[in-house]
């Protein structure tokens, strides 16, 4: 009869594998699945594992990436603020002489490293010691940029604990030898969200560091960094 609707009938099972050769394959499947999901966090373990420190311990460098982690009506979040304390810390104690902030300014109303740059001169950063990447997009970016843009060739990096690994492979993947600081935090619900996402962005992180593919935006090469360094110590 026209306008009636039949009822959908449920879509049937997927079939078990019936055969003991059919459960193995799929039990290899599955296990081989398995082992290519978490072989990027391995190696992201395996190659930052032995370059992570604390404030206290972490070798002098001459430079500290501070790496951005969004704004919130125009004033960095709680966890890039915890990170660029981090990296307060760090120029006060005389352990990096120039902080390089990276972060994303992709829209006139929407300026990172601008407001890391404020946020630390309120800290007793001088100006002169902080150096503003407007296009790091991502961390892979923000690697290559801090190598091929501003010539950093050894730094602190710092960023939070869950992402400091990722931070540390990739930079080392870029050309930049670096030791990591990892800023704890609470495991509250956004620690846990970070958490996770590390897992998913691990794939990615892998694939960049085999492949290398240019950020985003490149540009010119920039000084900022080296007369920073050049420029006289006025003391801690």
């Known amino acids: 009869m026209r306008g009636v609707r039949l009822p959908r009938l449920p879509r049937p099972l997927p079939r ?22 978490l072989t990027p966090a391995t190696w992201m373990h395996l190659t930052a594992q032995d370059r992570l420190r604390t ?35 760090l120029y006060r104690t005389g352990k990096v002489r120039v902080l390089l902030v990276t972060g994303d300014n992709s829209r006139t109303e929407y300026d990172e490293p601008g407001a890391m740059r404020r946020y630390l001169a309120d800290r007793g950063v001088p100006d002169d010691r902080v150096v503003s990447d407007y296009a790091g997009f991502d961390t892979w970016d923000s690697c290559v940029r801090a190598k091929k843009i501003f010539g950093v060739d050894r730094a602190v990096l710092v960023t939070q604990d869950f992402h400091i690994k990722r931070a540390v ?43 290398r593919p240019d950020p985003r935006f490149l540009g010119e090469r920039e000084h900022g960094v080296t007369k920073a360094l050049a420029a006289p110590d006025a003391g801690h």
Request: aromatic share 8%; with cysteine; glycine share 12%.
């Open 16 to 37: 078990l594998p019936r055969t003991t050769r059919s459960r193995r394959r799929a039990v290899q499947a599955l296990m081989l699945g398995a082992v290519l999901a």
């Open 169 to 211: 492979a990739l930079c080392g993947a870029a050309g930049v030898e670096s030791y990591g600081v990892g800023v704890g935090e609470p495991h509250d619900a956004t620690w846990y969200y970070g958490t996770t996402r590390e897992l998913a962005a691990a794939g990615k992180a892998a694939l960049d560091a085999a492949l």
């Open 55 to 89: 404030t206290a311990d972490v070798p002098a460098q001459d430079v500290a990436v501070v790496f951005g982690a969004g704004l919130w009506k125009g004033r960095p979040t709680p966890y890039l603020a915890h990170r660029l304390d981090t990296a307060a810390e």
